[in-house]
């Protein structure tokens, strides 16, 4: 109840009217009106405000939820060990797809990008004017530099004469020599007679010549690639501006790069393509033939001493007995769930050991239990109902957050399913609930499922696509929204059918290949062309079903949203009531006011009479 002050209306300053405090009446008799009406707008204006401020509570603990969940679907609980890290070493990326255990790995050759050089510039002012274009594909060395002179010559190799007798002329082996610098030339290419030293050639058959001394020498030879596009780039200007528009080509990294230290400056046009892997190679070539600015098969014969510093390849290894090829040394699809590192050759065996950390797994669990917890108490605190006091929680009475209490519990009870054949709980992972629903770590149940199920606890963050079929394979689209659970692939209605929906089956290679239009994106590969009966897993992790429900939460169009708004629009109609109560509090003022001051006047007059009457009175008696 409101309590009035109760002030004295008898004025001791108005005597000559009615000797009342007008101002106290007045405020007296308004107040009686205007004060309970204010006062109870005023108190629905306050819980209005902390609904709002609760509401707002609720979806800065929301995404603080779930931006800290979401750091957790990046970390892992299996560790990986190698016998040689600083060869090769092993990054788990999925703990719902690896298995624990060991793999060996020998006759490791990293993948390698290509590497160019343009030698000895020494004018930086001077301008440049080339077309030059770029093929891309792969060099193969045809041919090795030798140490030493000898008689006889291979077939497909390339060689300079190094000596010669009095009367060798090469008359003898001519016919079988090509151009160094075209490995599709098939005519004879040393003509001169005699055949002089320090002649270069390729050799189209096997000979000998006692005459003649020859040394093999490095030589290289070019294949396109499949998707091989020419480009052409126009250069002009410094060598500066020149280096700066060969970076621009696409797949091609260029910079200069100065190569001594004392004398006259000496620079490289530096060369490398941006991708490792064998088709990463390149062919430069110059529209004037300036082999200046040329990518020379047999480098010795390039006056500019253009050479190669690193051919392209792909990477290549033994992985458990088999030999496998890569583009990259960063190779994801070996190993299912993990990534294996490439970082140096290395021909002796490499042993990668993939286990299960405890440790991890409950950190990840505790770090999921604390997150809940927050969010949970947060809740509890806005929708807490004082039974013994007036401390209700600002949210206590709402019906949109007792509908996300209750979402929040079915999310925490309900199984998680699509991990197998058996459904997944919350607290067999360690995260239990009280008989008043309040959410506990159990270490116990932790450490029983880590012990007879630990590949359950991937089921907290990680999603999975799986068949109990062996030798099957399931890939599902990123972007394919499939409900979670089991999904039972069979053909016993004489066409192929997952669930209710129908398959398509197409050969592949001696098994089958099974898609859906009600399920774009899912793919299922099995060795068998007809198999048995099988099951197709989707499973949905526990912090994505939560990160779901923390979306419909965020988003404008939720009952959350809609609350606010319904709060938001009462505080606006409170306000209205707020302002409607001071104006007709002004208007009683005001009137009040005007008939007190006219009783005032009136009161004035007679008393003024009073006292004249009263006054003669007297001098009458007097006389």
């Known amino acids: 109840?409101?309590?009035?002050?109760?002030?004295?209306?008898?004025?001791?300053?108005?005597?000559?009217?009615?000797?009342?405090?007008?101002?106290?009446?007045?405020?007296?008799?308004?107040?009686?009106?205007?004060?309970?009406?204010?006062?109870?707008?005023?108190?629905?204006?306050?819980?209005?405000?902390?609904?709002?401020?609760?509401?707002?509570?609720?979806?800065?603990?929301?995404?603080?939820?779930?931006?800290?969940?979401?750091?957790?679907?990046?970390?892992?609980?299996?560790?990986?060990?190698?016998?040689?890290?600083?060869?090769?070493?092993?990054?788990?990326?999925?703990d719902g797809k690896i298995s624990t255990g060991t793999h060996n790995i020998s006759n490791v050759f990293t993948a390698k990008k290509m590497v160019f050089e343009l030698p000895g510039f020494t004018d930086l002012t001077s301008s440049i004017t080339k077309r030059v274009t770029f093929n891309f594909g792969s060099w193969t060395q045809t041919s090795n530099a030798a140490s030493s002179a000898t008689n006889t010559v291979e077939a497909g190799k390339t060689y300079v004469t190094s000596s010669k007798t009095v009367v060798?002329?090469?008359?003898?082996?001519?016919?079988?020599?090509?151009?160094?610098?075209?490995?599709?030339?098939?005519?004879?290419?040393?003509?001169?007679?005699?055949?002089?030293?320090?002649?270069?050639?390729?050799?189209?058959?096997?000979?000998?010549?006692?005459?003649y001394t020859f040394t093999e020498v490095d030589a290289y030879a070019f294949t396109a690639a499949s998707d091989n596009t020419p480009v052409t780039v126009n250069l002009s200007g410094t060598l500066d501006n020149v280096v700066s528009q060969l970076n621009q080509v696409s797949g091609i990294s260029a910079k200069l790069v100065k190569t001594n230290s004392t004398g006259t400056a000496t620079y490289s046009i530096v060369l490398e393509s941006d991708e490792t892997g064998l088709n990463g190679g390149f062919k430069i070539t110059e529209a004037g033939g300036d082999s200046r600015w040329e990518t020379t098969q047999t480098p010795?014969?390039?006056?500019?001493?253009?050479?190669?510093?690193?051919?392209?390849?792909?990477?290549?290894?033994?992985?458990?007995?088999?030999?496998?090829?890569?583009?990259?040394?960063?190779?994801?699809?070996?190993?299912?769930?993990?990534?294996?590192?490439?970082?140096?050759?290395?021909?002796?065996?490499?042993?990668?050991?993939?286990?299960?950390?405890?440790?991890?797994?409950?950190?990840?669990?505790?770090?999921?239990?604390?997150?809940?917890?927050?969010?949970?108490?947060?809740?509890?605190?806005?929708?807490?109902?004082?039974?013994?006091?007036?401390?209700?929680?600002?949210?206590?009475?709402?019906?949109?957050?007792?509908?996300?209490?209750?979402?929040?519990?079915?999310?925490?009870?309900n199984p998680i399913s699509g991990y197998g054949s058996n459904d997944i709980y919350l607290s067999q992972l360690g995260i239990k609930t009280t008989k008043t629903g309040v959410l506990y770590f159990d270490q116990v149940a932790l450490d029983s499922t880590y012990q007879n199920n630990p590949n359950y606890f991937a089921a907290l963050k990680d999603p999975s696509v799986s068949t109990d079929l062996p030798g099957a394979t399931v890939t599902k689209s990123q972007y394919l929204k499939m409900e979670p659970g089991t999904y039972a692939v069979s053909d016993s209605t004489g066409s192929w059918k997952i669930g209710d929906k129908n398959l398509t089956r197409t050969a592949n290679g001696s098994g089958?290949?099974?898609?859906?239009?009600?399920?774009?994106?899912?793919?299922?590969?099995?060795?068998?062309?007809?198999?048995?009966?099988?099951?197709?897993?989707?499973?949905?992790?526990?912090?994505?079903?939560?990160?779901?429900?923390?979306?419909?939460?965020?988003?404008?169009?939720?009952?959350?949203?809609?609350?606010?708004?319904?709060?938001?629009?009462?505080?606006?109609?409170?306000?209205?009531?707020?302002?409607?109560?001071?104006?007709?509090?002004?208007?009683?003022?005001?009137?009040?006011?005007?008939?007190?001051?006219?009783?005032?006047?009136?009161?004035?007059?007679?008393?003024?009479?009073?006292?004249?009457?009263?006054?003669?009175?007297?001098?009458w008696n007097k006389d």
């Not at 709002?52 to 979401?70: H, R, V, Y």
């Not at 002004?586 to 009073?610: D, P």
Request: charged share 25%; proline share 2%; glycine share 4%.
């Open 300 to 413: 010795a014969t390039n006056s500019s001493n253009n050479k190669f510093g690193q051919l392209s390849r792909d990477a290549s290894l033994d992985l458990n007995g088999v030999t496998v090829s890569r583009e990259s040394n960063s190779i994801a699809d070996l190993i299912t769930g993990a990534q294996i590192n490439l970082k140096k050759d290395i021909e002796t065996d490499v042993t990668l050991t993939v286990s299960s950390s405890k440790s991890e797994i409950e950190q990840l669990v505790k770090d999921t239990f604390n997150f809940l917890t927050g969010w949970q108490q947060t809740l509890q605190d806005l929708t807490f109902v004082d039974k013994t006091g007036d401390n209700d929680g600002s949210l206590a009475s709402d019906l949109s957050v007792r509908r996300l209490k209750q979402q929040f519990k079915d999310i925490i009870f």
């Open 1 to 94: 109840m409101v309590e009035v002050s109760k002030p004295d209306y008898i004025s001791l300053v108005n005597k000559a009217g009615s000797g009342f405090n007008v101002t106290e009446i007045v405020d007296a008799i308004v107040g009686a009106e205007i004060v309970p009406r204010r006062t109870i707008q005023e108190e629905n204006k306050e819980k209005t405000e902390k609904a709002i401020s609760g509401i707002a509570t609720i979806n800065s603990q929301t995404l603080l939820t779930k931006s800290g969940l979401e750091t957790i679907q990046s970390k892992v609980f299996h560790a990986s060990e190698s016998t040689s890290s600083n060869s090769i070493d092993l990054t788990v990326t999925d």
């Open 168 to 211: 060798g002329d090469g008359t003898a082996f001519d016919e079988f020599t090509r151009d160094p610098n075209d490995t599709t030339d098939a005519d004879e290419f040393l003509t001169a007679n005699p055949i002089p030293v320090g002649a270069y050639f390729r050799s189209s058959a096997d000979f000998t010549n006692s005459n």
């Open 512 to 619: 089958s290949s099974f898609s859906s239009s009600d399920y774009p994106g899912l793919i299922v590969n099995t060795i068998e062309a007809s198999p048995a009966d099988f099951n197709v897993f989707i499973g949905k992790s526990f912090i994505s079903k939560f990160t779901d429900f923390a979306d419909s939460i965020l988003k404008i169009s939720s009952y959350i949203s809609k609350a606010k708004s319904s709060y938001q629009d009462k505080l606006t109609d409170i306000s209205s009531r707020l302002a409607q109560i001071s104006e007709r509090e002004k208007l009683l003022e005001n009137r009040y006011k005007e008939q007190f001051t006219g009783m005032e006047s009136v009161m004035f007059e007679t008393n003024s009479t009073k006292s004249l009457l009263e006054n003669l009175v007297a001098q």
